[in-house]
């Protein structure tokens, strides 16, 4: 299953979500969303364990 990154990203800035959850596998996938986002400066990633990043939303 692919996610449609870009809608996640307006849904964590809208508030709707809470976090987004990316595996290194999906890495790439959310990079070029990422890329694409206007407000990413204020998505702030924090990395755990076996590569996997959670993205929030900084008010």
Avoid at 15 to 41: H, L, N, Y
């Amino acid at each position: 299953m692919k996610n449609n990154y870009a809608d996640l990203l307006k849904q964590l800035k809208n508030g709707d979500i809470q976090t987004i959850e990316v595996t290194p596998d999906e890495f790439m996938a959310f990079q070029k969303a990422f890329m694409d986002f206007e407000s990413r400066k204020r998505v702030v990633g924090t990395a755990n364990r076996e590569g996997k990043i959670v993205y929030h939303f900084e008010q």
